[in-house]
C-alpha cells in the first residue's frame, strides 16, 4: 500500500505560479512511476504530467508543455508539479497517482494503469 497526499494549491491570478507536492508513504518510493491527472468540474480526469521512478522520463499533455515542469525527490518521496504561466483553463482538482514500475510499460497518460491516488488538492486561476 502507498497513501499520497497532495498538498500546494489556491488561488492564483493568471500568469501567476503555483508548486504542488505529493508526499508518499508506505512502500518504497522507488518501486513507483509517478503521474499528475486533473479534474475541472463537468469535465473527465485528463493526464498533466508523469515521471519515472528514476527520474529519467517525464512527459506532459500538449497543454501545458513549456509551462509546468514535473520532478521528485526519491530521498523526500516526494513528487513536484512547479506551474508556471497559470491560465484560467488550468483551474481543476489536480491528483498525484502512483503506477508500479514492475508491471512493465509505463502507459502513463492512462489513469487506470494507476494504482494509487491521492485524495486531490484544488487549484483555481482567476483572469
Known amino acids: 500500500q502507498v497513501q499520497l497526499v497532495e498538498s500546494g494549491g489556491g488561488l492564483v491570478q493568471a500568469g501567476g505560479s503555483l508548486r504542488l507536492s505529493c508526499a508518499a508513504s508506505?512502500?518504497?518510493?522507488?518501486?513507483?512511476?509517478m503521474g499528475w491527472f486533473r479534474q475541472a468540474p463537468g469535465k473527465e480526469r485528463e493526464f498533466v504530467a508523469a515521471i519515472t521512478w528514476s527520474s529519467d522520463n517525464t512527459y506532459y499533455t500538449d497543454s501545458v508543455k513549456g509551462r509546468f515542469t514535473t520532478s521528485r525527490d526519491n530521498a523526500k518521496n516526494t513528487v513536484y508539479l512547479q506551474m508556471n504561466s497559470l491560465k484560467p483553463e488550468d483551474t481543476a482538482v489536480y491528483y498525484c497517482?502512483?503506477?508500479?514500475?514492475?508491471?512493465?510499460?509505463?502507459?502513463?497518460?492512462?489513469?487506470?494503469?494507476?494504482?494509487?491516488w491521492g485524495q486531490g488538492t484544488q487549484v483555481t486561476v482567476s483572469s
Open positions: 508506505g512502500r518504497s518510493f522507488t518501486n513507483y512511476n
Open positions: 497517482a502512483a503506477d508500479d514500475r514492475y508491471r512493465g510499460l509505463y502507459f502513463y497518460a492512462a489513469a487506470r494503469r494507476y494504482d494509487y
